[in-house]
């Protein structure tokens, strides 16, 4: 049976700090409970410091200062949002390294109203210098993925999902994956899209790009993989955060651009995540209207 | 007045053309100087060595009086001064841990500097490092949340190898009653002193708590 990707960062983690000393935890009570092997096993390097998140920050920040490579877990807007500055000012104005890892993607906690949302994640980290952001789509994905990043020079954003793709692709940090070529169309789905956008279009002659890095972002493989003009995006949180690197990658060529995603709305019903992706047109189905209105076909 | 205080005051003078410093460069001079003469452990020509004590200026504005103190200490060349927030030089109105030999953590928003003071401290603790943190906060920073979220953090982890400055210069907008007192409700042990007495700077810096964080308020009148 497969496991969460919250149960395969705990898995990930284990396993690395035993080989990585440098490696250490920092929690803010979100997910205390499931790593709880893991502070008992390394009081030195893993501690919940509670409900703090503005701190919890700038401490990973101290920590990396002297050497040691912080994870930061919690859920979006107390990982995101609240401690924005201390991400901006102590992480990618000193150029430091850290890993902040953040689980209730969008509206994953859709029982819980738009202060426990997390959709403007990737668009306000976009704008860091330096700031990696990796959207993994399967927990196989996240593992290769963390692995990957985990201790180069950079700050490095992972978000996890709980609406996971029921395949693992071959992934590679900061390279789109090619998952099939075609010649009316490329899109580009980015992490737990790819299983609607494959569905969407099943039997469309189409290119599709798989990304599960969104910065860097690979504009070589776009570029060897753009033969039409047409490029439909298909992202999991607000609408176009790649519309700019795609417009660059491809600035020689006249584009057209279909970006889909979560739209810019507040969000005031209660539900299951299902009934949101019904309502805002992120089912295969509505997805697929978009692409053939947008194709004409 | 120390005679490396008065060139102090003219390095701070190179900087800025006039003896007019601003009243945060002012207001930190003594204790800085103080903690650098007497009780940090450096070496200017290894400012990265691992052997250091670490400071950081949590407050991160008015740095005048920090520059002129790391280029009278052979951080990096007093000329440096001259070019004081200009397009050429790298001594900026805040600093730059990446620009500046000697700067620890590159500070300037309030709130920001007393968290990562306690990452350090928690990652000297991880290394069974000896070595103090010191870090210098301001009396109008103590409006910020994040000050007291840390407050609190480092009195819950008993981290005694960290040791705040608050220069309290009456700048603060807010009533914060009794500083010391306020420390000690989150478990750090406090002192006040006079922030111009340096015979009361020293002997409040070399203090060390076996057990608990300290604290000590430096009133500027």
């Known amino acids: 049976m497969k496991i969460s990707m919250r149960d395969q960062m705990v898995e990930t983690l284990e396993?690395?700090?035993v080989h990585e000393q440098r490696l250490t935890l920092l929690l803010a009570d979100i997910s205390a409970s499931l790593f709880k092997d893991l502070l008992r096993k390394y009081p030195q390097r893993a501690y919940n410091l509670g409900i703090l998140e503005q701190t919890l920050i700038g401490?990973?920040?101290g920590m990396a200062l002297e050497g040691y490579i912080p994870i930061v877990h919690s859920i979006v807007p107390f990982l995101v949002e609240r401690p924005f500055e201390?991400?901006?000012?102590d992480f990618s104005y000193q150029r430091l390294a850290g890993n902040f890892i953040s689980t209730g993607a969008s509206y994953d906690y859709s029982t819980e109203g738009m202060t426990h949302h997390g959709s403007g994640d990737v668009q306000i980290l976009r704008s860091?210098?330096?700031m990696q952001i990796v959207v993994p789509g399967t927990a196989r994905e996240f593992d290769t993925l963390f692995r990957a990043a985990c201790t180069n020079d950079s700050p490095t954003y992972y978000r996890m999902g709980a609406s996971v793709n029921p395949v693992d692709h071959s992934v590679s940090f900061g390279k789109l994956t090619v998952v099939r070529r075609g010649s009316q169309a490329t899109l580009i789905a980015v992490g737990p899209m790819l299983a609607h956008v494959l569905e969407a279009a099943q039997d469309m002659d189409v290119t599709i790009l798989y990304c599960t890095t969104v910065a860097p972002f690979d504009a070589e493989t776009l570029r060897a993989n753009s033969q039409s003009s047409n490029i439909v995006l298909v992202e999991p949180y607000y609408e176009g955060v790649l519309v700019p690197d795609i417009v660059a990658a491809l600035k020689h060529t006249p584009l057209r651009i279909e970006a889909i995603g979560v739209p810019h709305q507040v969000l005031s019903h209660y539900g299951t995540p299902a009934q949101h992706d019904q309502s805002i047109g992120l089912t295969p189905q509505a997805i697929r209207s978009r692409i053939e209105r947008f194709l004409q076909i | 007045m120390h005679t490396e205080l008065t060139s102090i005051n003219h390095l701070m003078a190179l900087a800025t053309g006039d003896e007019k410093h601003d009243t945060s460069a002012h207001s930190t001079l003594h204790v800085l100087w103080v903690l650098y003469d007497r009780v940090l452990h450096?070496?200017?020509?290894n400012p990265r060595s691992e052997e250091r004590d670490r400071f950081v200026l949590s407050k991160g504005h008015g740095p005048l009086a920090y520059y002129a103190i790391l280029a009278a200490r052979g951080f990096f060349p007093p000329s440096a001064l001259k070019n004081f927030e200009t397009w050429e030089g790298f001594l900026g109105g805040h600093p730059d841990r990446n620009q500046v030999p000697g700067v620890e953590a590159s500070t300037g928003s309030l709130g920001h500097g007393l968290p990562m003071a306690?990452?350090?401290?928690?990652?000297?603790?991880?290394k069974k490092s000896e070595r103090r943190v010191f870090v210098l906060v301001g009396d109008g920073e103590c409006n910020e949340g994040s000050v007291w979220e840390a407050i609190l953090l480092a009195g819950n982890l008993a981290l005694s190898n960290l040791t705040c400055i608050v220069i309290n210069n009456h700048s603060s907008t807010l009533s914060l009653g009794n500083l010391a007192e306020k420390f000690a409700a989150f478990a750090w042990t406090a002192t006040t002193i006079d922030g111009r007495s340096h015979a009361q700077i020293e002997h409040a810096l070399l203090q060390r708590d076996a057990l608990r964080p300290s604290a000590i308020i430096a009133e500027i009148a």
């Open chain 2, 118 to 126: 306690i990452g350090i401290a928690l990652a000297l603790r991880a």
């Open chain 1, 86 to 89: 201390q991400l901006k000012d």
């Open chain 2, 42 to 45: 450096y070496d200017s020509a």
């Open chain 1, 59 to 61: 401490v990973a920040a």
């Open chain 1, 128 to 130: 860091l210098p330096g």
């Open chain 1, 15 to 17: 396993d690395l700090f």
